[in-house]
Nanobody, 113 residues
Framework: QVQFAESGGGAVQPGGSLRLSCAAS????????MGWYRQAPEKYRELVAT???????HDEDFVKGRFTISRDNAENAMYLQMNALEPEDTAVYYC???????WGQGTQVTVAS
């Protein structure tokens, strides 16, 4: 089973940007749908954005217009460009297939003044 490793998180001020990366342990070409998830303290894990193997992307309303998901099947990688970050975006971000498999460690994103 393909496993994923997230990177690129950090601490930024409101309005700042980050680019998250997701590296897969194997080929993702046959994984039809993949997504970025996040889990804020004391909240359930939620889906942020999804993208199919053919590049069809969907963003949840709370990030629409601010986050952009992309994937590179040749590099077995997926990305999340996050702009106009808000304190409410503070969470641990995970990448995974849909439906999800084994969870990685995630990458922490903290948005604060």
């Amino acid at each position: 089973q393909v496993q994923f490793a997230e990177s690129g998180g950090g601490a930024v001020q409101p309005g700042g940007s980050l680019r998250l990366s997701c590296a897969a342990s194997g080929s993702i070409i046959n994984i039809y749908n993949m997504g970025w998830y996040r889990q804020a303290p004391e909240k359930y894990r939620e889906l942020v954005a999804t993208i199919t193997s053919t590049g069809h992307a969907h963003d949840e309303d709370f990030v629409k217009g601010r986050f952009t998901i992309s994937r590179d099947n040749a590099e077995n990688a997926m990305y999340l460009q996050m702009n106009a970050l808000e304190p409410e975006d503070t969470a641990v971000y995970y990448c995974n297939s849909i439906p999800y498999g084994i969870w990685g460690q995630g990458t922490q994103v903290t948005v604060a003044s």
